[in-house]
């Protein structure tokens, strides 16, 4: 057993005890929070390591609800298109994904993880193809995730069958992750769009097979509803309801078209929608109701989507957008609070992803996954310690961030990585680039 004290921070617990300690500590056993409070309570002794934490805000690590991270090999490489369309979609990924090789791949993901460490996020979704080149990655990096085998099968039988064979392979073989942080997810790219009603109920069995949820694109546009409306004469969401999809755990990246009247429907089930800020104003596209859906009851968390939409994956800049778009979207100043945003991006993840008696806040018992900001750093002073909410919503980024921690471990020190090579990733995905765009080249 291994136990460390983290003392002199300005800690953030958040979740349900909500308390700030303006000297406070956080004692770790192994993997585990085991105590946290005023430092004046702190033991003297029983630990083997002691960290001052002097001139940091120590908080509870980021949740990161929706990625696709071997699309960072498609970064600037689909500008000026909507990829919340299914025709923006064709026009600039699926040419691109028709070549890419699975050797593309982990230099990709350890750039997408790196990333997402190097900004304070311990914890994320991601969805797409390739899952076994992304989980190798995923478990040298020890963060924690939530990864949905993509699934694009419209309606064609023989990729069914194939892709659900997959899917139980995926699964059975997450489901031996001896570290516990890794969790298999199902991935629907998106039901009724390129996802078959026949698929979705095969998914569903799937699903409940091996308990889990399904990870989807829902409302970007309203094109499920179209398809519904004219095949059933009723919106998605209550297609949905008949085919018993809403029985397991739906995260539905963008929600952004949802009928209000559907609000209800959703509160009354596992449903969590992931607000993509930064993707919805790329795209052009509408504003997730975030306000209206929370207010009927919906759980909202916060993703950043994939870097062809977004950009990056710094989750502070995402909150930000996302409080600044609702605000402009509801027509009225603090219309998301600054500390209803940051619990969205923390406990919202968290129980999006049925973690929320593990992580999202900092209190014994839990995870120790946490992060460390340098007070220090330009542009968030003065930080009234009372109320470090507004600076870490509106003035931080995640450059802010100087460590680390999952389930104990240090994922990043004093700003420098501990578990990935993300010097030797930015090489090798250079030359995967020049080799994708040659291979596009030559199809076209």
């Known amino acids: 057993m291994t136990t460390t004290l983290l ?19 956080v004692l770790v056993e192994d993997d585990r929070i085991v105590e946290v409070g005023d430092v004046a309570t702190a033991p003297a002794s029983g630990f083997d390591e002691r960290i001052d934490c002097s001139g940091k805000l120590l908080m509870p690590g980021l949740v990161n609800a929706h990625t696709h991270t071997p699309m960072t090999l498609f970064r600037g490489l689909a500008e000026g298109i909507s990829l919340l369309t299914l025709d923006g979609w064709l026009t ?4 691109l994904e028709a070549v890419m090789t699975p050797d593309m791949v982990p230099a990709a993901v350890t750039i997408a993880c790196a990333e997402m460490i190097r900004t304070g996020t311990t914890t994320f979704a991601d969805q797409y193809f390739f899952t076994d080149q992304i989980l190798p990655v995923v478990q040298r990096s020890g963060m924690r995730a939530a990864i949905a085998y993509g699934i694009v099968e419209l309606g064609d039988p023989v990729a069914r069958d194939r892709e659900l064979q997959n899917l139980e392979g995926f699964l059975e073989e997450i489901g031996g992750d001896a570290s516990g942080r890794l969790k298999g997810w199902v991935g629907p790219h998106a039901f009724f769009v390129d ?21 989807i694109h829902i409302a970007t546009t309203g094109e499920e509803d179209a398809f519904t409306q004219q095949q059933y004469g009723v919106s998605a969401v209550t297609q949905m309801s008949r085919m018993g999809m809403l029985e397991a755990p739906i995260l539905a990246a963008h929600a952004i078209t949802i009928p209000s009247e559907d609000w209800p429907v959703l509160a009354q089930h596992d449903f969590s929608a992931v607000a993509c800020a930064s993707a919805c104003m790329r795209a052009g596209a509408e504003a997730a109701p975030v306000v209206g ?21 710094d989750l502070f800049i995402e909150m930000r957008t996302l409080a600044k778009l609702a605000s402009y979207r509801e027509k009225r100043p603090g219309a998301l609070p600054a500390r209803e945003v940051l619990a969205m991006a923390t406990a919202g993840g968290a129980k999006a992803l049925g973690l929320e008696a593990e992580i999202g806040s900092l209190e014994a018992g839990k995870k120790a996954d946490m992060i460390l900001l340098d007070r220090a750093a330009t542009g968030w002073t003065p930080l009234p310690t009372n109320d470090p909410f507004t600076a870490l919503v509106y003035s931080v980024n995640g450059q802010h961030v100087s ?26 995905q250079a030359s995967d680039v020049e080799r994708l765009l040659a291979l596009r080249d030559k199809q076209q």
Not at 7 to 25: E, S
Not at 293 to 313: L, S
Request: with cysteine.
């Open 403 to 428: 460590d680390v921690m999952v389930d104990g471990q240090w994922l990043l020190r004093d700003c420098q990585w501990q578990t990935l090579d993300y010097v030797a990733a930015v090489r090798q």
């Open 92 to 95: 600039a990924i699926r040419s």
């Open 293 to 313: 859906m929370r207010e009927a009851g919906i759980n909202v968390a916060v993703g950043t989507d994939n870097v062809c939409n977004n950009n990056d994956y």
């Open 195 to 215: 996802n078959s009603p026949e698929m979705m109920q095969a998914e569903r069995v799937i699903a409940a097979k091996y308990d889990t949820g399904m990870h």
């Open 7 to 25: 003392h002199d921070a300005l800690v953030l617990c958040l979740g349900d005890a909500d308390q700030i300690f303006d000297r406070g500590y």
